[in-house]
Every structure is written in C-alpha cells, then in structure tokens.
C-alpha cells in the first residue's frame, strides 16, 4: 500500500507521520513551505480543550491528540503542547459554560467552580464578572503550537522514510481502479489512496460540500503601559498593570461568552516576560458565532488589515479584560473553513473509495490535529478506528 497525502498542514502533516510510523510508502505534497503564515495553521498558538464545547464526540479526539502530542514531543524535543488550565466564564446556561460541562459530565472530566472572590484572587486580570455570571476552571485546556507541531510530525515522518515534496502545489488527483494519479507540474506519482488535506483550497476540491473558507484574523495586544511606542496609556486614575500578570502561567487560556452572541477567547503571554521592552502580548479573538461568515477564495485572501480586523475583539475586551491596550500591537489574517454542520469533514469520500478527506476544520481542528491525522491514517488503511468518527464522516452531506 502506498499513499499520497496532498496538503501537509495540522491534519496532513499529522497524517504523514501516522502512516510513516507504520511503514507504510508515503509521499506528502505541500503547495508552499512548511510550517507557512499562509494557511490556517499559523500564529504560534490554538487553544486545546478536552471538554469541547462543539460536540460531546469530540473529547475522546482530544484525548488521543494528546496522547500524540506527548508522543511528538518525545521524537522532536519540543514542547508541542502546554496545559495550563483554562478559566471559561459565562451566565450558567450560556454555550460555553453549559457546553463545557456537558461535555465535561459526558466524558467524566472534573471541573472546578470559581466563585466571584476566588476568580479575583487568582486570575485579577479575568476579574469583573456580571452579577449573574459564574466561572468555571477546566484543568485539561492550555495551548498547543501549531508551527512547531507540524515540523515535528513531518520531520518525524521524513526520518522513518516518508518522501515529502514542498513548494509544489497538486493540480490534480485522478482515482481510477488501479490506483489514484496525483499530478503536479513537476511529475506525476501513482498512489493506492490519497488523503485531501487542503484546509481553505479543499473547498474548490469537493463542491458537493458547501465547505467555506472564512478569513479570519488573529490579534495580539499588551498591556496598556506597553504600547509599542513605550509611553503609558494608563488613564490616571488606573494603575499600570505588571506585565508579568499577562503571562501565560498567570493569565492561562479563557473563554468568556458576555452574551448570547458574543464570546471572547485569549490567552497570556507564552515565553517570559521579562518586561514592558520585551512586548509581553496576549492573543485575544471573537468566538466565530460573532463573526461574519463571508466566503472567500484562498487565492485572494486579503491580506492588508483594517480597524475591522479588531474592532470587535477590542471592545470585548475592553469589557472583558481591563488593563489591554485598545489598538491591537499585532494583526496577522487567517482562515477557517467552516462545513455546514461546524464539524470536520474527516473520512472516506462517499464518490471515491481510494479518496480520504481531512478538512472542513470549522475552526476548531487542530487540538485534535495528531489524532486527525491517526484517523486519516487509519482510513486510508482500511484500519477501524479507535474513536466515534460517524459525526464527521463526509457522506453525511453526499
Ligand atoms: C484565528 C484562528 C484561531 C483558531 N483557534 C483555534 C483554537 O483555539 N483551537 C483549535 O483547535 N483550532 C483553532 N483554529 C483552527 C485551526 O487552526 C484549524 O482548524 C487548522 O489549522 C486547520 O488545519 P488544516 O490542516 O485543515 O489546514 P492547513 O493547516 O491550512 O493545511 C492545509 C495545507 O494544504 C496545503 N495545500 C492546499 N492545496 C494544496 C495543493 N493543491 N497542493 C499542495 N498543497 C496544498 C496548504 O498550503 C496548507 O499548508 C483557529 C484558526 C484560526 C484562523
């Protein structure tokens, strides 16, 4: 058995060394160079939960993800995979604060409950809840690096024998009976299965999903007495706060929903912070239920930014996390691809046997990305699976 694996983003790259690891002849084809700003797994940082708020499926995922994160890190050195606990804050039957502990009952994960003085006492930056709200501390959440991540998995798999083809963009894949022609401009290669990993072009690939690419932007901002032109911008009347307050292992990952619409997610700094000078900022962005969804084309992806890139971040957090600066110091485009249930779309092609998609990531992918990738490996061989995968299966929209 050979295969191909087009794409080698979070789920690709993943799927590569999941099929490396098992001696399979594997060749994975990326249209740029790894690890690349131009995709959707860029920005140093994604938030990782195991009680997922978007499907109570969804936690054994994160689970196994963890399990190969840890797995990853063994092999590359790195740290792929940072738990700190996450604070998610909300009225008690908003989706973040009813989801995470569905999700968390379902699962037997234990959560803690913060009352109002105790969320003062440990996370003052997160202080300031309405009345009515309560908080929740999730101890499983913490970051992964995705950069890092998708390095690591392809080194990996490079070194246990996997042929890796960068800067060359697949222009077409042909399955027939005797296996699939993946073409390029420079060649053309004969695999028994392919696996789609194409994030936002994937959406051009397989029109029978309504797959949509969003541009969606990632914003950094620091405290206020650390703007990039050094000056304070404290009001007189508040204290400048201590950088290190929005470090990471102070200010861990947050999620808070302020309303039915409205929900914001950050973190802290990650790495010292030694002070002001260093740029200590924290990554905030809108939950995507407060966003636009105007379908884009990847090819076009604007890439200048705009006032609206932040505008609706920095009120969140104006409300949300006193003491940031309003005017982001860092805007850098992204994109999701969302799928019309906000759930991946991992599995076999209903229209072609030798074909495996892996896409559709909604958003919220690449938490699970080593475990995508063991799932796409494990269609690809016709090996069952280790987890419920029936709620991301691609023939659910045939
Ligand atoms: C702002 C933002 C915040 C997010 N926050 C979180 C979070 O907190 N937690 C979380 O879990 N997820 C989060 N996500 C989502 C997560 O980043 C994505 O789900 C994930 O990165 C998607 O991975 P992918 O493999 O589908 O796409 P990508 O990583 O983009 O990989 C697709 C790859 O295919 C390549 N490719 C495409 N077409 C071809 C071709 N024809 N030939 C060769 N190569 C090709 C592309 O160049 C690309 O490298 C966030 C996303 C954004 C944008």
Redesign the pocket.
């Not at 087009?6 to 690709?12: F, I, K, P, T």
């Not at 131009?38 to 797994?41: A, Y």
């Not at 060359?168 to 222009?171: N, Q």
């Not at 990993?197 to 994937?202: E, I, S, Y």
């Given at each position: 058995m050979n295969v191909a694996v087009?794409?080698?983003?979070?789920?690709?790259a993943n799927a590569l060394w999941r099929l490396a690891e098992r001696g399979v002849s594997v060749v994975g084809?990326?249209?740029?160079t790894l690890a690349?700003p131009?995709?959707?797994?860029h920005?140093a940082t994604?938030?990782?939960r195991e009680a997922c708020l978007e499907h109570p499926d969804l936690t054994p995922i994160a689970q196994l993800a963890k399990t190969l994160y840890r797995e990853l890190e063994e092999h590359s050195g790195e740290e792929l995979l940072r738990i700190t606990g996450g604070v998610m804050m909300g009225a008690p039957d908003s989706d973040v604060i009813a989801g995470t502990r569905a999700a968390a009952s379902a699962h037997g994960l234990a959560l803690t409950d913060l009352s109002h003085a105790e969320l003062a006492e440990r996370y003052p930056q997160l202080a300031g809840l309405a009345e009515t709200d309560v908080a929740v501390l999730d101890p499983g959440a913490g970051v992964?690096f995705?950069e890092p991540t998708i390095r690591a998995a392809v080194d990996r798999a490079r070194s246990l024998g996997a042929a890796v083809v960068e800067n060359?963009?697949?222009?077409a894949v042909e399955p027939g009976d005797d296996g699939v022609i993946v073409r390029t401009a420079t060649g053309e290669w004969l695999a028994d299965r392919v696996i789609l990993?194409?994030?936002?072009?994937?959406a051009a690939e397989l029109p029978w999903i309504e797959l949509q690419p969003i541009r969606?932007?990632?914003t950094w901002f620091g405290p206020r007495a650390t703007a990039a032109d050094g000056a304070s911008h404290a009001p007189s009347d508040v204290a400048a706060p201590d950088a290190t307050e929005f470090a990471l292992e102070r200010l861990p990952v947050f999620v808070r929903q302020l309303s039915e619409s409205e929900v914001l997610?950050g973190h802290g700094t990650v790495g010292a912070v030694a002070g002001p000078e260093k740029g200590a900022l924290i990554k905030a962005?809108v939950g995507d239920i407060w966003q636009e969804r105007v379908r884009i084309d990847p090819e076009q992806l604007d890439r200048g930014v705009t006032p609206a890139d932040w505008r609706q971040v920095s009120a969140l957090l104006a409300k949300a996390v006193p003491g940031i600066e309003s005017l982001p110091a860092r805007v850098d485009p992204?994109?999701?691809?969302i799928s019309p249930d906000d759930q991946f779309v991992v599995g076999r092609s209903p229209r072609h046997p030798r074909v495996i998609v892996?896409?559709g990531?909604?958003?919220?992918?690449?938490?699970?990305?080593p475990a995508l990738g063991e799932i796409l490996a494990r269609f690809a061989l016709d090996e069952p699976q280790l987890v419920d995968t029936a709620f991301i299966d691609p023939a659910r929209f045939a």
């Open positions: 087009v794409g080698l983003g979070a789920m690709g084809f990326e249209q740029f690349h131009l995709g959707s797994s920005g994604r938030l990782f992964a995705p060359t963009r697949v222009l990993a194409q994030g936002a072009w994937l969606t932007p990632m997610w962005g992204c994109m999701v691809t892996g896409g990531d909604s958003g919220h992918a690449f938490k699970h990305a």
